[in-house]
T-cell receptor
């Protein structure tokens, strides 16, 4: 089966511009997660969708970040306006079962590298 | 591109037995991170290894980074039921970060 795909793989934008990252989870996966990895630091959770609903968005840094998941399929993460500190790698991940199913396996995408200059 | 292979995919152990998961990268890494994900939870950062041949310990967990900085291992001594979860490695190369597929550990009481 196809894995989690993310687009774009790399993006360089100027401070103040807008960037939209897209994630296509594995087909049939209810859970979709966004994470961010600022260089030199560990990965940080941003938010979690269960189907089209935001289950947990406690990791979103501020209101410049907006995540959506249309129809419970793909998701977008928009940063507007981008700031220098938003640079990093944004990972998307998905897993099949909602809830704390012990059989859940989380699959990561290859990440979207964002550089804000 | 950089690929990180993690084995085994699954491991079932009796409580008290040891457990090891391995990550091998197709390219030399700058550093490697290890994470643990409990069932239903998020990956939680465990440790970062940076130096060639580095060995770090956290209680019953021992992390190693190979001399060539292309492989790493996580070893748990005398597993406990609280060790259940999926262990991921994340390799950092030149402008590339790659997660292993994880090793799911089950501990039988």
């Amino acid at each position: 089966e196809a894995g989690v795909t993310q687009f774009p793989s790399h993006s360089v934008i100027e401070k103040g511009q807008t960037v939209t990252l897209r994630c296509d989870p594995i087909s049939g996966h209810d859970n979709l997660y966004w994470y961010r990895r600022v260089m030199g630091k560990e990965i940080k959770f941003l938010l979690h969708f269960v189907k089209e609903s935001k289950q947990d968005e406690s990791g979103m840094p501020n209101n410049r970040f907006l995540a959506e998941r249309t129809g419970g399929t793909y998701s977008t993460l928009k940063v507007q306006p981008a700031e220098l500190e938003d640079s990093g790698v944004y990972f998307c991940a998905s897993s099949r079962w909602a809830g704390g199913h012990s059989g859940n396996t989380i699959y990561f995408g290859e990440g979207s590298w964002l550089t804000v200059v | 591109g950089q690929q990180v292979m993690q084995i085994p995919q699954y491991q079932h152990v009796q409580e008290g037995e040891d457990f090891t998961t391995y990550c091998n990268s197709s390219t030399t890494l700058s550093n490697i991170q290890w994470y643990k994900q409990r069932p239903g939870g998020h990956p939680v950062f465990l440790i970062q290894l940076v130096k060639s041949g580095e060995v770090k310990k956290q209680k019953r967990l021992t992390f190693q980074f190979g001399e060539a900085k292309k492989n790493s291992s996580l070893h748990i001594t005398a597993t406990q039921t609280t060790d259940v979860g999926t262990y991921f490695c994340e390799g950092a190369g030149s402008y590339q970060l790659t997660f292993g597929k994880g090793t799911k550990l089950s501990v039988i009481p």
